[in-house]
């Protein structure tokens, strides 16, 4: 990168002229800003739940208007845990007719006062990222079709990320070389080291954001009124201080913007509820670099059982879809996802006093290796018949993932070649511009479809 940056300096036709316009030069690039940039985009596209607050005001809505009883059975027919009829990606014998999960109301959760306000809407987060062309609209999707149901008797990966359409766009296509036997191409994240989604000489991947719920909202209630950074939280009995430190903002032609920043043991002050504070805990906090080591897994892998070792690393959700020049294909959803809190409903905040901490422990990885069915497929769908919505999610009987899996059906008895699952996948890009209202051409799909010599990549 820094090379790069030193050849565009002085050749005045590598340097975009806006730069030249306005006399403001690229810095040498370091690895803070690697390991800044790779974090933010872990947690971008692999951070899910946070609509807590949301439920909230919609349950104290329809009791205010409904009562109790009322109010929370149609909160859980809007806001539903599991719907086993909607279509997931790890085989099952077939689902079981809707089913509600036993809740009750908790009264600590329906006491926190809903009155409650945001320091930054997730509408205003996700307007300044754009802004700054970070992408903003997921709906990834992808199959493998196993080596039996392929026409060339080699296993075959479609992928196609969706993530919207930016100026400058964030990622690149690249190749790595280095010892070992270390080749490995595909899409990366410019100024990120790994290939996320690619294909080495042994094995392609794809990936798509998953389902898995990492983020809760807690509130905090402040021993003294006005929750300033004087102010401490009561956590366990106790009157606990936050901890405390102040960012420093450069803004050009102005002073700095001095903000001051509060944590809790949950994690920062996001906003406040009443003269309560609101904090946010993740699964990942602090272990989002983690991925890198994952990544490099991935582009490292010489068989299954390698990138599953790497699948196991990943701290944030994310599904991958996996094949490889043996005939393999897989699936994993991958992610640390907490158990939570007996007693306490996930859709609401949690008290933070204490009464209502993660007990330890994670959910198991969704997995599926070489499914008898010959194919597994997912667009951002739940990954198995067991597995709850998010607090941020509701998936049921009718999901985008049916358009894909009627077409693969329907070559159940027909081998598919690379023209046919080229095709599969135009279909699908046009289902999804019919569904998500997306613009046409804004995303590239891959296919990656090994031999038994080498690795062949094309892109439509």
Sequence with gaps: INRYIVEAILDPLKLPFEFHALSFFPQPWTRRDSAAFGAFMVRRFGEIGGRELTNLSLLDSLIAAHGPTNGFAIFNDVRWINDPDSPVTVPTSGA?????KPQSLNNAQLQIVSTHSLEVSEDEARATWQSLGVPTKLGSYAWAVSAARSANGFAMLYGGPQMGFSVPEVLHEVQLNGGNGFNVAGMAFAGVPPVLIGRNEHIAWTSTTATGDNLDHYIETTCNAGGGPGSGYLFNGVCTPFDVRVETINVRGASPVLLTVLRSVHGPVVGSSGTNLITQKRAHWQRELDSVHAFFGFNR?????????????????????????TGNIAYWQAGQVPVRPAGFDARLPFPGNGSAEWPGGTLPIPTSINPAQGYLANWNNKPSVDYDNADNQVFGKQFRLWDIIDRLRCVADQPLGPDRHLALGRGADRARQAVAAKEPGADDALVFAPDAETSRFSAS
């Design 96 to 100: 079981f007719g809707k089913r509600q």
């Design 301 to 325: 892998a010489r068989n299954i059982q390698q990138f599953e070792a790497a699948v196991k690393l990943i701290p944030t959700s994310h599904n991958f879809i996996y094949a490889d020049k």
